[in-house]
């Protein structure tokens, strides 16, 4: 699959560390979505941008941070204030001035012990 | 903001069956709701989505239907084949403008189970 890439696969923490997902794009999307996928929960929005140099908050941004300094790129960083950071990470992109259909990257699966 | 709740969380049925899931939103200026099947290990990806201005979709075996009045949209399998079998996600969005622009809202999610 090509489009909307995520690394890496699987990462593994230790306690008060923070680590930062890498997502990217080369769909030409200006709007950009990170997500947490627990069990039985759905996909929860932690941060959004629709445009370089601009991101909101999601419903869940507490202990995340990001950055959108590229239309490509929309890392997030998990903080070591995030109190259960252990979940399935998902990085998607649409077309802004939607709502478009968004493109799901393969996920980050983070573990931290 | 827009809260959405799908029903059931666990749907099993036989190959051939038909498979109906549920959702409900709160926010009625929501306008446009789209469903993402999410198989074991891969990413969501979108299988039909339905705006405001029409009540039904139909893409082969899969639609989606759309009640405004009481804000609840339905996707509806028929047929359903093993290959069905995954997690569906249903979504809603406020496309008010401003930064809301393509926010979406996830239900809880589904899983089908299609026994051969």
């Known amino acids: 699959d090509g489009g909307i890439t995520q690394s890496p696969k699987y990462l593994f923490r230790k306690e008060g560390q923070n680590v930062t997902l890498s997502c990217e794009q080369n769909?030409?999307?200006?709007?950009m979505y990170w997500y947490r996928q627990d069990p039985g929960q759905g996909l929860r929005l932690i941060y959004y941008?629709?445009?370089?140099?601009?991101?909101q908050k999601g419903d869940i941004a507490e202990g995340y941070s990001v950055s959108r300094e590229k239309k490509e790129s929309f890392p997030l960083t998990v903080t070591s204030a995030q109190k259960n950071p252990t979940a399935f990470y998902l990085c998607?992109?649409?077309?802004?001035?939607?709502?478009?259909?968004?493109?799901f990257g393969p996920g980050t699966r983070l573990t931290v012990t | 903001g827009e809260n959405v709740e799908q029903h059931p969380s666990t749907l099993s049925v036989q190959e051939g069956d038909s498979a109906v899931i549920k959702c409900t939103y709160s926010?009625?200026?929501?306008?446009?709701f789209p469903w993402y099947k999410q198989e074991l290990g891969k990413r969501p990806q979108l299988i039909i989505d339905?705006?405001?201005?029409?009540g039904e979709k139909k893409d082969q075996r899969i639609a989606v239907t759309l009640n405004k009045t009481a804000k609840h949209f339905s996707l509806h399998i028929t047929e359903t084949q093993p290959e069905d079998s995954a997690v569906y996600f249903c979504?809603?969005?406020?496309?008010?403008?401003?930064?809301?622009?393509?926010?979406?809202?996830f239900g809880q999610g589904t899983i089908l189970t299609v026994h051969p």
């Open positions: 926010d009625s200026a929501s306008n446009y």
């Open positions: 769909l030409n999307h200006d709007a």
């Open positions: 339905i705006r405001s201005n029409v």
């Open positions: 979504a809603g969005t406020n496309s008010a403008g401003g930064t809301s622009y393509g926010k979406l809202t």
């Open positions: 941008s629709q445009i370089v140099n601009d991101f």
């Open positions: 998607a992109s649409s077309v802004a001035g939607g709502p478009y259909e968004q493109y």
